[in-house]
């Protein structure tokens, strides 16, 4: 073989290296933006269903004033956030004024035995589930899109085009531990 041919035949493996690379890598942050979207599409459901409970629990304990309010705030947090760490401190804060708004709940038997409570209920739960499993797609899409940008050969590719690490959903901490206290 000549060496022109030598050369030509490695930079064409050189281009194409680059093209698959490069293609893994914006099909691996798609995924990524994909599962935060629907994490968010979830939140939001949940967002939406908030009212709804909130008013449905207040017609029963109109005296829990300092709950509704504390779903409120949560609410307007959820509404405000932006960034991954934003929406997960959000939901965090979220998660524990609804434990809250329900354990308030558990002491007004007629509420609990209320059809629109229980409907609402049940939809709050499946949105509940199926916002912990948007939330493991997105951690592992990132696990994904992190681990190809960390590897050889598409570490280059990933420092020449800009790819950055993107951020883990990370929903334990301390407080969210913490089962809320009810006094009565």
């Known amino acids: ?54 008013e449905t629990v207040k017609g029963y304990a109109k005296h829990e004033s300092e709950v509704f309010e504390k779903v409120t705030a949560a609410r307007a947090g959820m509404a405000n956030a932006k960034t991954v760490s934003e929406k997960a401190t959000a939901d965090n ?41 948007a939330r493991q797609f997105y951690n592992d899409t ?7 940008i960390q590897k050889f050969p598409q570490n280059i590719i990933a420092g020449i085009f800009k790819f ?4 883990f959903y990370i929903t334990e901490t301390p407080e969210a531990r913490v089962v809320p206290k009810v006094s009565f």
Do not use: C
Request: cysteine-free; overall charge neutral; hydrophobic content about 45%.
């Open 1 to 54: 073989m000549e060496p022109l041919t030598i050369v030509l035949i490695s930079a064409g493996a050189l281009i194409l290296l680059i093209i698959f690379a490069y293609n893994r890598l914006v099909t691996l942050r798609n995924r990524v933006d994909n599962g935060f979207a629907q994490i968010d599409t979830q939140l939001q459901r949940r967002y939406d269903l908030i009212p709804n409970l909130v």
């Open 93 to 133: 804060a979220m998660t524990g004024t609804l434990k809250t708004l329900f354990a308030v709940a558990e002491a007004y038997p007629a509420l609990q035995a209320s059809s629109n409570f229980r409907e609402l209920q049940v939809e709050l739960t499946n949105t509940e589930n199926k916002i912990s499993f």
């Open 164 to 167: 950055n690490a993107k951020e």
């Open 142 to 148: 990132v696990k994904q899109f992190n681990t190809g």
